[in-house]
Structure formats: structure tokens, C-alpha cells
């Protein structure tokens, strides 16, 4: 009977928690600009892969090894090394998951208080956790082994594996997230005040991805200029590649068991891993899940370091910017997405620089550095610029304390804008000195393309900041922290992109007209971009000031 009242709970919680997510689609504030990007995005992406991955399937699968090809071993290498990346990756997606189901959920502190069992509430979490895991699951098992299926000879059974798959998977990673939930919990609690250490990490970590995203380029362009990839993988590489493929568990069970390899065994090591890490998590997540319940209910004590001693009075307008500061320096989600993100930049140009003019010119045979280099910093500059698009959402209730003290409304918005433009200006510098000391560019066009990034940099904030001004979103969270944004930052997003394509084309339709005419006008890039930042920056801070005092003074916006 008890067993049965348990099932009809987590079934009653599951249906719930389904119709709350097919509600989202019916709010008024719904992003469906962000929802159909981020389709677009998956959809390219997919693509992409798909097309990339078939390239190279066909390049490994023929390498030879002591003068003979091994196709089934190529194939397992291959399918170990992508499986285990994307276990990886899925592992992490299962921590912020458990993150949001099991300790953040607004939900939790109601059903704290009624007469629902620790176990129906943990198994319909851990129910909801898989079914988004198999959505992740379906799409990525799909998209490797139709590819894969597609350029090698592989059985039925490979096929059937695969259906099983897009289900087993899931399994693995949340097992595994499971196992690491705890240590993961104790590091974001150590980590909580001490910005410095969690900016310092977070930075260091992106600046890693984008250093692999750089070796990925990398070997794509190999790809695509021809076949230096395929004299890259002698028998010493592939000897490294097969030994660091052998150690990827349990990625190398899942390889062996879609390329017919030691079947038993790693079916057997599937199932002992997911069985031995379920049964060693559900202790470690109950016990976590009960004290994130009762700190949700209760309040969490934690003790202040003694206060410093009154410093200087500084001006307003510098109190403002301190403040703006201080907000986004002190909640790591914001500092994340905007300091971090700020500081990679010049990463993120410099490698895409160092690809794509080699690319462009391999291709083509057009050289057009210049060119290249002021649409990337346009484009990752107003990428970096969209976390602007919370200047004023992120103040929530607070923006009303600020109305009504003696400050001018220039000042408020403006010291919003001033903070982001001194961001952008060292996050612009640092991307020039790099392109000019790496000799990707020189200095003097190096210089334009500071000057040039700089004045669009400051079109973005001030479109980003009115545009939020307009359509403020305040978080319904006790700490006020946004979490999403009602579709401004979407919006953002493609009013970023479309200035940067648009401006982009034109230096490079004017390139290929000047190398087709030979009018020798090579000057009129710099006129060009010169007049289009110009523009550019005019029409922003227009569209900032326009009847920005009669709004502020009647802003009642911010509602939900």
C-alpha cells in the first residue's frame, strides 16, 4: 500500500513538473526569439559536426598501421575518444541539473512543508534529471553513430546498440554526476564569498576551452585544405592515440561495445559501473538534499568579517560605478558572463584570426586581414557586450531606491555605461596588442581596429542599455539575480550580429570589388569602417537619450 501511494506521488510530481514546462511556452514573457536561436544554433551545430566528422572518419579509418588498415580498431579509437568527451560534457550538464532540481528549485521549499516522502520527491527529481539527460542523449548518440554508421562498415547490431544507447547514456553520466554531486556541493559552498579565487578559476577555465576550440579550428582547416591531416597520423601518433583511448573508461566500454569488441565485458562494466555509482550516490544525495531543504526553509548563518573603516567620501557619479561594480564582481554568475568573458575576448580574435586568414586565403586567395579582423572584433565584442542588456534589470526593486535619492538620471544611466565602456576598452586593447604582437596585423592597423572595435563597443552598451531600460525585467529570486531575461538579451544578440555581418559584408564586398576593378582603393576600408562606427555610435546614443528623462522619471517597469 505504501509502495503504491509512493508511485502515485512521483507520478502526481512528475505531471506537475511537465505542466509547468509546457506553461512556459503559453507566458507572456516567453523568449521565443532565444528559443528558436538556440534551435538555429543546435541545427548548425549538428551540421556541422555531421559534416566534419564524416571528413574525418574517412581520413582515420584509412590510416595504416605496420602497413595494413585496421578499420575496427581506427573505428573503437575514434568512438572511446568522442564517447568519453561527450560523458564528459554530459556529466556536467547532469551537476548543473542536479543543482537546479535538487538544491534550487523554488518548489522544494513548498514541498518541504507538505506530507510528500523523501523518496517520491528525490525519484521524481532524479525522473525529470534522466528524461532531460535522454533529450541531450538522443541528439548527440544520433548524430555520431549515423555519421559514423554512414562512412564505415558496421553490423545490425551496431544499430540496435544504438537505440539502446540514446537510454543507457544517460544513465552513465548521471551516475557518475551523482558520485561527484557532493565534492561539487562543498566547492561552490567554499567558493560562495571568495570572488577573487572563483573569477580567477572561472576565467582560467574558459581561457582552456577556447584554447581546445582553437585546436578544433585547427584541424578542421586541415580538413578542409587537404589531406595534411592524413600524413599526420603515423604509427608512433597512433600508438599515443590507441594507448590514451584504452584508459577513457567507461567511454571504452561504450566503443568496444558499438565496434563488436570484448562484448561481455563491457556490457558487464556498464552495468556494475551504473549499479555500484547509483547505490553509493542515493546516500550521498539524500543527505545533501535534506540540509539544502532545511537551509531553504531556516536561512543559512554565515558570519561577516569585521567592517572596514569609513573611507573618503568619493563623487556620485564614481559611487555609481563602484556600486555597478561591486554587483556584478560579487554574484559569480554575472562576473562570469561578463568579466570573464570580457577578458577571453582577445583570445577568442586572436584564434579565430590566426585560422581564418590562413582559410580565407587558402580559399579564395584573397588577402584581407584588415577586414577580417574588424568584423571579428565587432562580432565577439558585441557578444561580449549582450551581458549589457542587464544594466538596469539586474538593479530589480533596488532601481527604485536609486529614483528616489537626489541623483540625476544622467548619472545613473551613465555610470551603467561607463563601467561596461571601461570593460570594453581594456578587453579591446588587450585584443589589438595581441594581434599586432602575434603579426597578424600591423601596429598602425592594429590601432584602427582599437578605434573601430571601441566606437561600435559603445553603440552595443548604449543599445543594450536602453533596450533593457525599456524592457526591464526584474528577478522574482530572493537575491535578486537574473536568470533569464524575457527575451532581451535575444534580441540583443541579433541586433549585435546583424551590425556585425552587416558592416563586415560591406569591407569585404569592398575587398573583392577592389581586387576584381583594380581601382587601387584600398583606403576606403578605413573610410568605410570609419563612417560606419561613426554611425553607428550617433544613432546608439540617440537612441539612449531619446526622451530617456521624461521615461526615467515615469519607469514603473520591471514587473514579471
Same mark, same amino acid.
Given at each position: 500500500?505504501?509502495?503504491?501511494?509512493?508511485?502515485?506521488?512521483?507520478?502526481?510530481?512528475?505531471?506537475?513538473?511537465?505542466?509547468?514546462?509546457?506553461?512556459?511556452?503559453?507566458?507572456?514573457?516567453?523568449?521565443?526569439?532565444?528559443?528558436?536561436?538556440? %534551435?538555429?544554433?543546435?541545427?548548425?551545430?549538428? +551540421?556541422?559536426?555531421?559534416?566534419?566528422?564524416?571528413?574525418?572518419?574517412?581520413?582515420?579509418?584509412?590510416?595504416?598501421?605496420?602497413?595494413?588498415?585496421?578499420?575496427?580498431?581506427?573505428?573503437?579509437?575514434? *568512438?572511446?575518444?568522442?564517447?568519453?568527451?561527450?560523458?564528459?560534457?554530459?556529466?556536467?550538464?547532469?551537476?548543473?541539473?542536479?543543482?537546479?532540481?535538487?538544491? /534550487?528549485?523554488?518548489?522544494?521549499?513548498?514541498?518541504?512543508?507538505?506530507?510528500?516522502?523523501?523518496?517520491?520527491?528525490?525519484? +521524481?527529481?532524479?525522473?525529470?534529471?534522466?528524461?532531460?539527460?535522454?533529450?541531450?542523449?538522443?541528439?548527440?548518440?544520433?548524430?555520431?553513430?549515423?555519421?559514423?554508421?554512414?562512412?564505415?562498415?558496421?553490423?545490425?547490431?551496431?544499430?540496435?546498440?544504438?537505440?539502446?544507447?540514446?537510454?543507457?547514456?544517460?544513465?552513465?553520466? &548521471? +551516475?557518475?554526476?551523482?558520485?561527484?554531486?557532493?565534492?561539487?556541493?562543498?566547492? /561552490?559552498?567554499? $567558493?560562495?564569498?571568495?570572488?577573487?579565487?572563483?573569477?580567477?578559476?572561472?576565467?582560467?577555465? $574558459?581561457?582552456?576551452?577556447?584554447?581546445?576550440?582553437?585546436?578544433?579550428?585547427?584541424?578542421?582547416?586541415?580538413?578542409?585544405?587537404?589531406?595534411?591531416?592524413?600524413?599526420?597520423?603515423?604509427?608512433?601518433? !597512433?600508438?599515443?592515440?590507441?594507448?590514451?583511448?584504452?584508459?577513457?573508461?567507461?567511454?571504452?566500454?561504450?566503443?568496444? !561495445?558499438?565496434?563488436?569488441?570484448?562484448?561481455?565485458?563491457?556490457?558487464?562494466?556498464?552495468?556494475?559501473?551504473?549499479?555500484?555509482?547509483?547505490?553509493?550516490?542515493?546516500?550521498?544525495?539524500?543527505?545533501?538534499?535534506?540540509?539544502?531543504?532545511?537551509?531553504?526553509?531556516?536561512?543559512?548563518?554565515?558570519?561577516?568579517?569585521?567592517?572596514?573603516?569609513?573611507?573618503?567620501?568619493?563623487?556620485?557619479? $564614481?559611487?555609481?560605478? /563602484?556600486?555597478?561594480?561591486? %554587483?556584478?564582481?560579487?554574484?559569480? =554568475?554575472?562576473?562570469? =558572463?561578463?568579466?570573464?568573458?570580457?577578458?577571453?575576448?582577445?583570445?577568442?580574435?586572436?584564434?579565430?584570426?590566426?585560422?581564418?586568414? =590562413?582559410?580565407?586565403?587558402?580559399?579564395?586567395? %584573397?588577402?584581407?586581414?584588415?577586414?577580417?579582423?574588424?568584423?571579428?572584433?565587432? *562580432?565577439?565584442?558585441?557578444?561580449?557586450?549582450?551581458?549589457?542588456?542587464?544594466?538596469?534589470?539586474?538593479?530589480?526593486?533596488?532601481?527604485?531606491?536609486?529614483?528616489?535619492?537626489?541623483?540625476?538620471?544622467?548619472?545613473?544611466?551613465?555610470?551603467?555605461?561607463?563601467?561596461?565602456?571601461?570593460?570594453?576598452?581594456?578587453?579591446?586593447?588587450?585584443?589589438?596588442? %595581441?594581434?599586432?604582437?602575434? =603579426?597578424?596585423?600591423?601596429?598602425?592597423?592594429?590601432?584602427?581596429? #582599437?578605434?573601430?572595435?571601441?566606437?561600435?563597443?559603445?553603440?552595443?552598451?548604449? &543599445?543594450?542599455?536602453?533596450?533593457?531600460?525599456?524592457?526591464?525585467?526584474?528577478?522574482?529570486?530572493?537575491?535578486?539575480?537574473?536568470?533569464?531575461?524575457?527575451?532581451?538579451?535575444?534580441?540583443?544578440?541579433?541586433?549585435?550580429?546583424?551590425?556585425?555581418?552587416?558592416?563586415?559584408? $560591406?569591407?569585404?564586398? #569592398?575587398?573583392?570589388?577592389?581586387? #576584381?576593378?583594380?581601382?587601387?582603393?584600398?583606403?576606403?576600408?578605413?573610410?568605410?569602417?570609419?563612417?560606419?562606427?561613426?554611425?553607428?555610435?550617433?544613432?546608439?546614443?540617440?537612441?539612449?537619450?531619446?526622451?530617456?528623462?521624461?521615461?526615467?522619471?515615469?519607469?514603473?517597469?520591471?514587473?514579471?
Amino acid at each position: 500500500m505504501k509502495n503504491r501511494s509512493t508511485f502515485r506521488t512521483i507520478r502526481a510530481l512528475l505531471k506537475k513538473n511537465g505542466q509547468e514546462r509546457r506553461s512556459m511556452f503559453r507566458q507572456k514573457n516567453f523568449d521565443f526569439l532565444g528559443f528558436f536561436l538556440r %534551435l538555429v544554433l543546435i541545427a548548425a551545430l549538428v +551540421a556541422l559536426f555531421v559534416v566534419f566528422f564524416g571528413r574525418f572518419c574517412d581520413v582515420y579509418l584509412a590510416v595504416k598501421t605496420a602497413g595494413s588498415p585496421d578499420p575496427v580498431g581506427r573505428g573503437g579509437e575514434m *568512438l572511446t575518444i568522442l564517447y568519453a568527451a561527450v560523458i564528459l560534457g554530459m556529466t556536467i550538464a547532469c551537476l548543473g541539473l542536479f543543482d537546479r532540481e535538487l538544491f /534550487k528549485a523554488d518548489d522544494n521549499r513548498l514541498y518541504s512543508a507538505l506530507p510528500i516522502g523523501a523518496n517520491a520527491l528525490f525519484a +521524481a527529481k532524479l525522473v525529470s534529471v534522466y528524461l532531460e539527460q535522454a533529450v541531450i542523449s538522443t541528439v548527440v548518440v544520433l548524430a555520431i553513430n549515423l555519421t559514423f554508421g554512414f562512412h564505415a562498415e558496421v553490423s545490425a547490431a551496431f544499430w540496435v546498440t544504438t537505440a539502446a544507447l540514446c537510454l543507457l547514456l544517460p544513465l552513465i553520466t &548521471i +551516475a557518475l554526476a551523482s558520485l561527484i554531486v557532493g565534492p561539487y556541493q562543498l566547492l /561552490k559552498r567554499f $567558493l560562495k564569498e571568495r570572488f577573487v579565487v572563483l573569477f580567477v578559476a572561472a576565467t582560467a577555465v $574558459l581561457g582552456v576551452l577556447f584554447w581546445l576550440y582553437s585546436i578544433i579550428l585547427g584541424a578542421v582547416k586541415d580538413l578542409l585544405l587537404g589531406d595534411s591531416l592524413r600524413y599526420f597520423f603515423n604509427d608512433r601518433i !597512433i600508438g599515443k592515440v590507441s594507448k590514451a583511448a584504452s584508459l577513457l573508461y567507461p567511454g571504452r566500454w561504450i566503443g568496444n !561495445i558499438l565496434t563488436g569488441v570484448d562484448l561481455g565485458l563491457s556490457w558487464l562494466g556498464v552495468a556494475l559501473f551504473v549499479g555500484v555509482g547509483f547505490a553509493l550516490a542515493i546516500v550521498m544525495i539524500r543527505l545533501i538534499l535534506t540540509r539544502s531543504l532545511q537551509e531553504r526553509n531556516v536561512g543559512t548563518q554565515y558570519f561577516r568579517r569585521r567592517g572596514k573603516t569609513v573611507r573618503p567620501q568619493r563623487s556620485t557619479f $564614481l559611487a555609481l560605478i /563602484k556600486r555597478e561594480f561591486l %554587483l556584478i564582481f560579487r554574484t559569480p =554568475s554575472y562576473a562570469f =558572463s561578463y568579466f570573464s568573458v570580457a577578458l577571453i575576448m582577445p583570445l577568442m580574435v586572436y584564434f579565430c584570426m590566426d585560422i581564418a586568414s =590562413s582559410l580565407v586565403m587558402d580559399l579564395v586567395g %584573397l588577402q584581407c586581414d584588415l577586414e577580417l579582423a574588424i568584423f571579428l572584433t565587432m *562580432l565577439f565584442g558585441a557578444l561580449t557586450n549582450v551581458f549589457c542588456g542587464t544594466n538596469i534589470s539586474r538593479d530589480g526593486e533596488n532601481f527604485y531606491v536609486l529614483k528616489a535619492m537626489p541623483i540625476g538620471y544622467r548619472e545613473v544611466i551613465f555610470s551603467k555605461v561607463a563601467l561596461c565602456a571601461f570593460v570594453m576598452g581594456i578587453s579591446q586593447v588587450a585584443s589589438a596588442v %595581441l594581434l599586432a604582437a602575434s =603579426s597578424l596585423l600591423p601596429w598602425y592597423d592594429a590601432l584602427f581596429v #582599437l578605434a573601430v572595435g571601441s566606437v561600435f563597443g559603445v553603440a552595443d552598451i548604449c &543599445i543594450a542599455t536602453r533596450y533593457d531600460f525599456d524592457h526591464a525585467h526584474f528577478s522574482s529570486e530572493e537575491n535578486g539575480e537574473i536568470h533569464e531575461s524575457g527575451g532581451t538579451m535575444s534580441v540583443i544578440v541579433v541586433v549585435g550580429m546583424l551590425i556585425s555581418f552587416f558592416t563586415g559584408g $560591406l569591407l569585404f564586398v #569592398l575587398k573583392i570589388l577592389d581586387r #576584381l576593378k583594380g581601382f587601387g582603393a584600398g583606403y576606403l576600408t578605413y573610410v568605410l569602417a570609419a563612417v560606419c562606427a561613426a554611425l553607428a555610435a550617433g544613432g546608439a546614443l540617440f537612441y539612449l537619450l531619446f526622451r530617456l528623462r521624461k521615461k526615467y522619471y515615469e519607469f514603473t517597469g520591471g514587473g514579471l
